[in-house]
């Protein structure tokens, strides 16, 4: 059975940051990009950062330069690393699969195989 589950979401002021995980099962972890998402209330679910299995990633605009994705193969988990949070990073994050992705278009999310639960990320000003 597949699962991905998410951790450490929290509340946080504007300016500091936040670690999430993605812990994955059920399937072989190397052979899938893995990449999150995102989705504020009233909004629909947006990508922000993939990574290939090689390595190679991906970041929307909004995020470059403040977020971070790496992947920790052997483990089977995913991480974003996320600096600098601003108010507008407020949202449910998710963590998504996709099978021999282009990572530069993983986060169109047109072919993710599996998703996880989420994880709220509420940032302050």
């Known amino acids: 059975q597949v699962r991905l589950v998410e951790s450490g979401g929290g509340s946080v002021q504007a300016g500091g940051s936040l670690r999430l995980s993605c812990k994955a099962s059920?399937?072989?972890?190397?052979?899938?990009?893995m990449g999150w998402f995102r989705q504020a209330p009233g909004e629909d679910r947006v990508g922000v950062a993939a990574i290939h299995s090689d390595g190679s990633t991906s970041y929307i605009d909004s995020v470059k330069g403040r977020f971070t994705i790496s992947r920790d193969n052997a483990k089977g988990i995913v991480y974003l690393q996320m600096n600098r949070l601003k108010v507008e990073d407020t949202a449910m994050y998710y963590c998504?699969?996709?099978?021999?992705?282009?990572?530069?278009?993983?986060?169109?999310?047109?072919?993710?195989?599996?998703w996880g639960q989420g994880t709220q990320v509420t940032v302050s000003s």
């Open positions: 998504a699969a996709e099978k021999n992705c282009v990572v530069a278009a993983m986060t169109d999310g047109d072919f993710i195989e599996y």
């Open positions: 059920g399937y072989t972890f190397s052979h899938y990009c």
